[in-house]
């Protein structure tokens, strides 16, 4: 079992700048891919980004140049700094962590833009 702790979120202005960050324990050397997802309300969860434990990246288009994804393997923690944030970066944003035979989901933190 994989247990994921997100923190970070909150009510930023358009235009402001927040870090989330999602400490992994308990099975954490069987983890490999670790990310984040999101889920507006009223809409489906999407991908924002995700990365490899030796470093590849994938972003989804809406955040590309604006947010940027790393990861401390020695902490077992993911990070998520988000720039530039706009009115549509309103949603719940969930940390995900995969191994090679489930993905496990944390509990999500909220991030508010307002404009």
């Known amino acids: 079992q994989v247990q994921l702790v997100e923190s970070g979120g909150g009510l930023v202005q358009a235009g402001g700048s927040l870090r989330l960050s999602c400490a992994a324990s308990g099975s954490i050397f069987s983890i490999n891919t670790m990310g984040w997802y999101r889920q507006a309300p009223g809409k489906e969860s999407e991908l924002v980004a995700v990365i490899s434990t030796g470093g590849t990246t994938n972003y989804a288009d809406s955040v590309k140049d604006r947010f940027t994804i790393s990861r401390d393997n020695a902490k077992n923690t993911v990070y998520l700094q988000m720039n530039s944030l706009e009115s549509e970066d309103t949603a719940v944003y969930y940390c995900?962590?995969?191994?090679?035979?489930?993905?496990?989901w944390g509990q999500g933190t909220q991030v508010t833009v307002s404009s």
């Open positions: 995900i962590a995969e191994t090679n035979w489930r993905r496990y």
